[in-house]
């Protein structure tokens, strides 16, 4: 991975929200954009940063916007994750929070409801 890739304002906001789990589609609805120009960014994002996933591509986002260096020890990354995770989860959870919101159930309408359509090949009619 390139510590030091330079993404441009849209690349920077669509590799946030894939960092943070966000589905192509979340993300075109959130920036207001086609999910094939979503792709385009993620392909850009991918070969700057030089990484293949969205997992990896998350722990590089989260390694440069909290200056955690790649040459740290395993357990020293492991502590810093915590720790990171220690502060974030309670806002998380949150009620006001989006990823609260995300899990709560929705009351879906149910669609009206419609007779089924009748098959009108002469095959099925037997005419007397």
């Given amino acids: 991975?390139?510590?030091?890739?330079?993404?441009t304002?849209?690349?920077?906001?669509?590799?946030e929200l894939i960092a943070w789990g966000a589905t192509k589609k979340e993300v075109a609805d959130r920036l207001v954009i086609s999910?094939?120009?979503?792709?385009?960014?993620?392909?850009?994002?991918f070969e700057k940063v030089g990484c293949g996933t969205a997992g990896r591509l998350s722990?590089?986002?989260?390694?440069?916007?909290?200056?955690?260096s790649f040459d740290l020890s395993p357990f020293h990354r492991k502590t810093i994750a915590a720790a990171i995770l220690i502060l974030i989860l309670p806002g998380m959870f949150?009620?006001?929070?989006?990823?609260?919101?995300?899990f709560r159930p929705r009351h879906v309408a149910s669609a009206p409801h419609r007779?089924?359509?009748?098959?009108?090949?002469?095959?099925?009619?037997?005419?007397t």
Avoid: K
């Fill in 9 to 15: 304002q849209r690349e920077t906001q669509v590799a």
């Fill in 59 to 68: 722990a590089w986002w989260f390694c440069t916007r909290f200056g955690i």
């Fill in 115 to 127: 007779a089924p359509s009748r098959n009108h090949d002469a095959n099925t009619y037997i005419f």
């Fill in 94 to 102: 949150s009620p006001r929070s989006d990823v609260a919101r995300r």
């Fill in 1 to 7: 991975m390139n510590p030091a890739a330079t993404l």
């Fill in 35 to 45: 999910v094939r120009t979503v792709e385009n960014h993620a392909r850009s994002i």
